[in-house]
């Protein structure tokens, strides 16, 4: 990551990490839940905010090589909402199997989007919301709009309202060859600060970050090295790059056609957040994503690729009135 004198100042609506401490009443439980899979079942785990027993749930899904400590502060400020307004809520923030507290497959062929559809309708069966709500940044909302678009979802898995993050069924080829040149390069650093740097330098199309809201970010990314030597590495199954090194065009382009029959399918009311910058969601794809299916509402952030981190203040309190309204 660079020092501050070659990075952008932060906007002043990017929040100070006190609001951490303001919500120090809040603190995630971790759980787990058991998937099945031809190799005799895995566990996923994720972190579950606010009221335990609450029927109302809203299901923060990460992108690809992320983990569900992402969604930290945007947790917080639904807890916060919803109690301030005496609501009662559970923000439940998975780690995608392969990914953060989760384990890693035995075979790699599982890392794929219909896999993790199955896993989180595991969880959903698990949690048995009675009002359902789904945010997915990137990967995760590929998953929401298979599990939304299933047609004949049984009623734990019905999706009121969907916030899709920097993604659609058409990701943009060029896209997919940048995250193809460091997916499975889990690295080795010495300390949490060069593992932020090695990070920021891959991801600094998230937009706009202190150097302390980037850390924080990445700590959760982290593990130490099984070999005594107290170096850290990023805390993913490096197999993921397995099928992902494996789509064609051809076999996007079925991908892509099959996804756009899912998110026809939606009938949940939803939230399209686009990064004004993205390389991955075209302004092609959001605009027809507005047309078509659910008619998603377009939000796009200035200044930010992709994808958005729900650090910035905006960013936060435009999805916790959609979640919340």
Same mark, same amino acid.
């Given at each position: ?8 100042? /932060? ?18 439980? *971790? ?26 749930? !809203? ?7 992320? @983990? ?7 947790? @917080? ?14 923000? !439940? ?42 945010? %997915? ?8 709009? #298979? ?11 019905? #999706?009121?309202?969907?916030? *899709?993050?920097?993604? %659609? ?13 460091? +997916?499975?390069?889990? %690295? ?29 970010? =990445? ?20 197999? +993921? $790059?397995? /099928?992902?090194?494996?789509?064609? /065009? ?14 026809? @399918? ?5 939230? *399209? ?35 958005? =981190? ?8 435009? !999805?916790?009135?959609?979640?919340? $309204?």
């Amino acid at each position: 990551m660079p020092d501050a004198s070659h990075r952008r100042k /932060p906007p002043a609506h990017y929040p100070a990490f006190h609001l951490i401490a303001d919500f120090a009443m809040f603190e995630p439980s *971790l759980e787990f839940v058991t998937c099945p899979d031809a190799q005799g079942g895995h566990r996923m785990a994720y972190w579950q905010w606010g009221e335990p027993d609450s029927g109302h749930v !809203v299901l923060c899904v990460h992108g690809l090589t992320r @983990q569900g400590r992402d969604f930290d502060l945007l947790a @917080q400020a639904l807890c916060r909402r919803a109690a301030d307004s005496g609501q009662s809520l559970r923000v !439940v923030c998975p780690d995608v199997v392969g990914r953060g507290k989760s384990d890693w497959l035995k075979d790699p062929a599982g890392y794929q989007i219909p896999s993790y559809a199955g896993d989180m309708l595991a969880l959903l069966m698990q949690l048995q919301p009675s009002t359902l709500d789904w945010l %997915g940044t990137s990967m995760g909302g590929l998953i929401g709009m #298979v599990v939304a678009g299933l047609p004949d979802a049984p009623a734990f898995a019905k #999706v009121r309202r969907l916030v *899709l993050n920097d993604v %659609g069924p058409v990701i943009e080829w060029q896209a997919l060859q940048r995250i193809g040149l460091y +997916l499975g390069k889990t %690295g080795a650093f010495e300390t949490e600060q060069q593992a932020a740097d090695a990070l920021w330098a891959v991801a600094s199309s998230f937009g706009p970050h202190t150097p302390e809201q980037w850390l924080a970010l =990445t700590r959760p990314m982290l593990k130490p090295l099984n070999d005594d030597s107290g170096r850290l590495t990023l805390h993913y199954d490096p197999a +993921l $790059a397995e /099928p992902f090194k494996a789509v064609t /065009p051809e076999s996007a382009a079925q991908g892509e056609a099959m996804l756009w029959q899912s998110y026809d @399918q939606i009938n949940a009311k939803t939230l *399209l957040v686009r990064g004004a910058e993205s390389d991955l969601l075209s302004p092609e794809t959001a605009h027809a994503m507005t047309r078509r299916g659910p008619k998603a509402s377009l939000l796009e952030f200035a200044g930010v690729g992709h994808a958005p =981190t729900f650090i910035a203040d905006d960013q936060v309190q435009a !999805v916790v009135s959609f979640l919340l $309204a």
